[in-house]
């Protein structure tokens, strides 16, 4: 069966600081990867998506850049952290190929300081 | 970006009770999925439907695609403590140039009183 992974579950930096959380799928290849922010709880807005090794999509203007060196590895970097990149960040898969719908994982919890 | 209108936007049931939520869209989706969040944790998929007029259910869940494609409507039947959570729902138009994004509705949040 498939498995989304993420870490680090919690993380405290610095404004100014970078940034780099990793998502890391089990048991399927050649998914679409996805990233979100959600603030507040509610609301999750689409920042990244992938449909490919190293091809990515924007979706909103932003201080943050997403890799995917891997065909199921997934990075959300930031070279300098503001105080409103605060959020849960949660990583994302699917397989369009077999119609499977998007499965998360448990998110990150970013704080910024 | 566009948003699907979930309502209601809370909810404050005692243990037993039914609850109905729905999500109605602007657009036809082909495909409509809901999910519940537990506080800290990511969205975990409940049911998925495929097909206009579907009725599916997943224990005490039941959901339905409405024939229009526009709308979806989840109940949870004799609720529970554990129920709760927020609950979205969210549609996509499998194939194209879409890429299976998600359109999301924003959210019900749900409290169980025992």
Known sequence: SQTIHQWPATLVQPVGSPLSLECTVE???NPNLYWYRQAAGRGLQLLFYSVGIGQISSEVPQNLSASRPQDRQFILSSKKLLLSDSGFYLCAWSALTTNQPQHFGDGTRLSIL | ????????????????????????????????????????????????????GEL???????????ITRKDSFLNISASIPSDVGIYFCAGYNAGGTSYG??????????????
């Open chain 1, 27 to 29: 048991g399927t290849s």
């Open chain 2, 1 to 52: 970006g566009q948003q699907l209108n979930q309502s209601p936007q809370s909810m404050f049931i005692q243990e037993g009770e039914d609850v109905s939520m729905n999500c109605t869209s602007s657009s036809i989706f082909n495909t409509w999925l809901w999910y519940k969040q537990d506080p800290g944790e990511g969205p975990v998929l409940l049911i998925a439907l495929y097909k206009a």
């Open chain 2, 56 to 66: 599916t259910s997943n224990g005490r869940l039941t959901a339905q695609f409405g």
């Open chain 2, 101 to 114: 994004k998600l359109t999301f509705g924003q959210g019900t949040i749900l409290t169980v009183h025992p």
